[in-house]
Nanobody, 115 residues
Framework: QVQLVESGGGLVQPGESLRLSCVVS????????MAWYRQAPGKQREFLAQ???????VYGDSVKGRFTISRDNAKNTVHLQMNALKPEDTAIYHC?????????WGQGIQVTISS
């Protein structure tokens, strides 16, 4: 059973940075299709970034150029580096993974951007 656990969220001011981490257990992160999503109150879930097992990354338009997804195979972890954060980035951020056609979600972590 694959499990995903996010960490690294919190409260920061506009313009600052945060790095989210998603630790994968029960599976090899290098063999999973991994992604990050977020959901703000009253809004639909939004795709942020995806990383294939081959290392190809894709980004949503709202975060392109500011967010970077990466993978640390030694720690079985996927990161989301978030720079130049804006108040509209405030949301619950979820890690997602797909392995053998099954989808797995982390529990989510709050990110709040406020002065």
């Amino acid at each position: 059973q694959v499990q995903l656990v996010e960490s690294g969220g919190g409260l920061v001011q506009p313009g600052e940075s945060l790095r989210l981490s998603c630790v994968v257990s029960g599976g090899n992160v290098s063999r999973l299709l991994m992604a990050w999503y977020r959901q703000a109150p009253g809004k639909q879930r939004e795709f942020l970034a995806q990383l294939t097992s081959g290392g190809r990354s894709v980004y949503g338009d709202s975060v392109k150029g500011r967010f970077t997804i990466s993978r640390d195979n030694a720690k079985n972890t996927v990161h989301l580096q978030m720079n130049a954060l804006k108040p509209e980035d405030t949301a619950i951020y979820h890690c997602w993974g797909r392995y053998n056609l099954l989808d797995y979600w982390g529990q989510g972590i709050q990110v709040t951007i406020s002065s």
